[in-house]
């Protein structure tokens, strides 16, 4: 069984920035992709980034060049750097991790961006 727990959402202007953190638990394997999923109110789900225990990294389109991925593997953890954030993206944010067969979600953290 594989817990997966968010935080570091909340409310932020346009322009700012905001670092989401995700820590797994339970048995985690060393070869695994963790990474972030969004969905705004009306919208599908649709993948943000990813990045495996090898480095290899996903972005979609829409936030490359703002938003930054990164783990620690000695932690179960990942981290989701966002700057230049607009009100685009604001969304639940979902944290995954994907491991023999197996995609694991956290239960999601809100991410609001207003003025």
């Known amino acids: 069984q594989v817990q997966l727990v968010e935080s570091g959402g909340g409310l932020v202007q346009p322009g700012g920035s905001l670092r989401l953190s995700c820590v797994a638990s339970g048995t985690i394997f060393a070869i695994n992709r963790m990474g972030w999923y969004r969905q705004a109110p009306g919208k599908q789900r649709e993948l943000v980034a990813d990045?495996?225990?090898?480095?290899?990294?996903t972005y979609a389109h829409s936030v490359k060049g703002r938003f930054f991925i990164s783990r620690d593997n000695a932690k179960n953890t990942v981290y989701l750097q966002m700057n230049s954030l607009s009100s685009e993206d604001t969304a639940v944010y979902y944290c995954t991790l994907y491991q023999e067969g197996y995609e694991y979600w956290g239960q999601g953290t809100q991410v609001t961006v207003s003025s």
């Open positions: 990045m495996s225990n090898t480095v290899d990294t």
